[in-house]
């Protein structure tokens, strides 16, 4: 049974920092490419940060040196640390887990970003 777990959501001020965990089970962890999405109200789901198997990144540009994306292999877990934390990236993340037709996703977690 294929599991996506996310954790780490909350509510934060402009200017500050959180760390998503997303704990992967049920498939070959390794050989998967993870990613982590958000959809804000009234939007459409975007492609925030994405690593491959091997270990190449990809961030999309509105977030592009100040969040970083990882994995640990070992522990079967992705991480998105999101630093100078805006109001614009208020949104639910989801993590995501893509290797060719197969793709499973998380039940997401609550960015809020507010004074």
């Known amino acids: 049974q294929v599991q996506l777990v996310e954790s780490g959501g909350g509510l934060v001020q402009p200017g500050g920092s959180l760390r998503l965990s997303c704990a992967a089970s049920g498939f070959t962890f390794g050989s998967y490419t993870m990613a982590w999405y958000r959809q804000a109200p009234e939007k459409e789901r975007e492609l925030v940060a994405a690593?491959?198997?091997?270990?190449?990144?990809y961030y999309a540009d509105s977030v592009k040196g100040r969040f970083t994306i990882s994995r640990d292999n070992a522990k079967n877990t992705v991480y998105l640390q999101m630093n100078s934390l805006k109001s614009e990236d208020t949104a639910v993340y989801y993590c995501?887990?893509?290797?060719?037709?197969?793709?499973?996703w998380g039940q997401g977690t609550q960015v809020t970003v507010s004074s």
């Open positions: 690593i491959s198997s091997g270990g190449s990144t």
């Open positions: 995501n887990a893509q290797r060719g037709w197969d793709r499973y």
